[in-house]
């Protein structure tokens, strides 16, 4: 049984590592005190699909002020905070945050957020694919970019689908912190 829960965290984290792909050169970050940060929602899914499908299928009990909070205040308030928070605790010497004189900016373009489901022994984690373009601040031409797919965590599971998407934004921002952190 111990080979097994052993051999199945390799495989997890063998997999995670796998899941993510840079191109283009980060040194351009090298010395930088500050970096700006923005989301890019434009054209996201949910599992696939729109945003409208996904929201019209949720749970009926869950009413219009839910529904308004998915695309504004789980965004801004939540999930926004806990990439940033998770990703600046990788970093050594920077720091991401609302920094718009910043010489850089990170892009963060959600691509696909699969919220996942609460099953009890049975639920799935919340997953997000992204990519995080590093652009000169103003700019929208990538000087470098992390492809993030399908970032998810373990150990957590909770019955609201905004608290597992939360989850899966902490994992995103520490995905990007420690791609970050290997800058020498």
Same mark, same amino acid.
């Given at each position: 049984?111990?080979?097994?829960?052993?051999?199945?965290?390799?495989?997890?984290?063998?997999?995670?590592?796998?899941?993510?792909?840079?191109?283009?050169?980060?040194?351009?970050?090298?010395?930088?005190?500050?970096?700006?940060?923005?989301?890019?929602?434009?054209?996201?899914?949910?599992?696939? %699909?729109?945003?409208?499908?996904?929201?019209?299928?949720?749970?009926?009990?869950?009413?219009?002020?839910?529904?308004?909070?998915?695309?504004? *205040?789980?965004?801004?308030?939540?999930?926004?905070?806990?990439?940033?928070?998770?990703?600046?605790?990788?970093?050594?010497?920077?720091?991401?945050?609302?920094?718009?004189?910043?010489?850089?900016?990170?892009?963060?373009? !959600?691509?696909?957020? %699969?919220?996942?489901?609460?099953?009890?022994?049975? *639920?799935?984690?919340?997953?997000?694919?992204?990519?995080?373009?590093?652009?000169?601040?103003? *700019?929208?031409?990538?000087?470098?970019?992390?492809? !993030?797919?399908?970032?998810?965590?373990?150990?957590?599971?909770?019955?609201?689908?905004?608290?597992?998407?939360?989850?899966?934004?902490?994992?995103?921002?520490?995905?990007?912190?420690?791609?970050?952190?290997?800058?020498?």
């Amino acid at each position: 049984m111990k080979k097994i829960l052993i051999l199945s965290l390799v495989i997890g984290m063998f997999t995670a590592l796998q899941a993510q792909k840079v191109s283009g050169d980060l040194s351009c970050l090298k010395g930088q005190k500050e970096i700006n940060i923005t989301f890019n929602y434009k054209g996201v899914t949910y599992d696939g %699909d729109s945003e409208a499908k996904y929201l019209k299928g949720e749970d009926k009990a869950k009413d219009a002020e839910w529904k308004a909070a998915w695309t504004s *205040s789980f965004r801004t308030d939540n999930w926004e905070p806990r990439l940033i928070d998770d990703l600046n605790k990788e970093l050594k010497g920077m720091e991401c945050g609302d920094f718009a004189d910043a010489k850089y900016t990170i892009i963060v373009k !959600l691509i696909d957020i %699969d919220p996942g489901t609460f099953a009890g022994p049975m *639920s799935m984690p919340a997953k997000i694919t992204a990519t995080a373009s590093i652009v000169k601040t103003g *700019s929208t031409s990538p000087l470098a970019t992390i492809e !993030l797919k399908k970032i998810t965590y373990k150990y957590f599971m909770s019955p609201q689908p905004e608290a597992r998407v939360g989850e899966a934004f902490s994992c995103v921002g520490e995905a990007i912190g420690k791609k970050l952190s290997k800058i020498k």
